[in-house]
């Protein structure tokens, strides 16, 4: 402001003053002070496989990450990388142009939306998002535009309104960020769904960045289809995964960017002046998992299924409405049944009331309103931790 000294005016600079502190923080530390069950942030509470975890030993005692890595990420990795998408969904790619290892999905996101975007673009995103798609936007300048999801009752799950997604698209959209298996819904949008959006992208000229972390962990005959898939979108495409969601080793914090070589080089431009490289050793491991069997990935995906089921029963029986997940480790309830309808005061109350965390959905939404009455409950934790939670909430909520 005029008359003010540099001391004198906010440190943080316009675009992020919407951000403070993220709600994960808030209310791990909310788990912290008051004991309760945290079913809010979305991390296991066991480690992955014991080979994959040996991998990263042995890497470290041989020497191998130690020092900086390659920036693009080890060749190992980046050979694992191409080798899995290719097995998985026939998409080919060169290790050494197309593949680029970051530290997390987190900094992919960042890295590929601040080499894509220049201010003044609008990015089409999926309503609720994952909360720093959002700051990750404003930091490339550019403006979202919400399409959201909305609660299918019938069917119990979140829809994508295909209408109002294409009406969104100005002149001026340069990019569709899509999230599949979707977080914090656990909407998987279907081939028809998918075909739809490529089709739109294809029409109008749109670069796509798809964040495809959840993939191995979709349920009930639900169907991951990844959009480089599809007619035309393999060369407009920007992939995004990560190891943390499917090993179940989140603090490692390795995940990978796919696509052609030139939007590669871009992502890779950015990436540069992030982290530059990360996790060393975890990348040799990372590329071991990567390689497991078919096996390994069923009884994952079966474990979390039974994990989803407990809970999602639990939380029926405690009087919320259920929207039961097809894909992630996250199931999403209405609170309204319960006579509430603020998530975000009933979450902060919960932690007292039940002894139990969670996450209000509100927090993820541009439009407040929709997202006021879900709250979401991860459910990537042990049997005995969510058979406690479900225990507690039913005490809470029922006379």
């Given at each position: 402001m005029a008359g003010m000294t540099s001391t004198e005016r906010p440190f943080l600079n316009r675009r992020l003053a919407?951000?403070?502190?993220?709600?994960?923080?808030?209310?791990?530390?909310?788990?912290a002070s008051t004991g309760a069950i945290n079913l809010g942030q979305g991390f296991p509470d066991t480690d992955g496989p014991e080979e994959v975890r040996e991998a990263a030993v042995r890497a470290l005692r041989d020497g191998r990450g130690n020092q900086y890595p390659p920036g693009p990420g080890v060749p190992e990795l980046r050979t694992a990388i191409a080798a899995h998408q290719l097995r998985r969904y026939g998409l080919s790619y060169d290790p050494d142009t197309e593949v680029l290892v970051t530290a997390g999905a987190t900094e992919a996101i960042a890295a590929t939306l601040l080499a894509l975007l220049e201010p003044g673009d609008e990015v089409v995103a999926l309503e609720p998002y994952y909360d720093s798609y959002a700051a990750c936007i404003a930091m490339a300048g550019a403006a979202r535009v919400p399409v959201t999801l909305r609660p299918d009752l019938e069917n119990a799950r979140f829809r994508l309104d295909l209408d109002e997604l294409r009406d969104a698209v100005t002149d001026r959209t340069r990019l569709l960020l899509i999230n599949t298996p979707h977080n914090p819904t656990g909407t998987v949008l279907t081939r028809e769904e998918l075909t739809a959006i490529a089709e739109l992208a294809v029409e109008r000229d749109l670069l796509v960045v798809t964040d495809e972390v959840y993939e191995h962990l979709v349920f009930d005959g639900a169907e991951h289809v990844p959009l480089a898939t599809l007619p035309g979108m393999r060369e407009r495409t920007v992939t995004i995964g990560s190891a943390g969601k499917t090993f179940s080793f989140t603090g490692w914090k390795v995940g990978w960017v796919t696509g052609t070589a030139e939007l590669v080089t871009a992502v890779r431009s950015a990436k540069q002046f992030l982290t530059y490289v990360a996790s060393g050793p975890f990348q040799y491991a990372v590329a071991e998992a990567l390689r497991l069997p078919d096996a390994y990935f069923t009884a994952f995906r079966d474990d979390l299924r039974a994990k989803r089921d407990l809970l999602s029963a639990g939380l029926?029986?405690?009087?919320?409405?259920?929207?039961?997940?097809?894909?992630?480790?996250?199931?999403?309830?209405?609170?309204?049944?319960?006579?509430?309808?603020?998530?975000?005061?009933?979450?902060?109350?919960?932690?007292?009331?039940?002894?139990?965390?969670?996450?209000?959905?509100?927090?993820?939404?541009?439009?407040r309103e929709a997202g006021a009455p879900?709250?979401?409950?991860?459910?990537?934790?042990?049997?005995?931790?969510l058979a406690d939670a479900a225990e507690r909430l039913r005490k809470a909520f029922t006379h």
């Open positions: 919407e951000f403070g502190t993220t709600i994960f923080a808030e209310m791990s530390a909310l788990a029926t029986d405690a009087g919320f409405t259920v929207f039961r997940p097809t894909g992630t480790y996250f199931v999403t309830a209405d609170i309204r049944p319960l006579g509430e309808s603020d998530g975000l005061a009933f979450c902060r109350a919960l932690p007292e009331r039940a002894g139990v965390v969670a996450i209000p959905n509100t927090v993820f939404y541009d439009h879900y709250v979401r409950f991860a459910f990537c934790k042990r049997v005995e931790v």
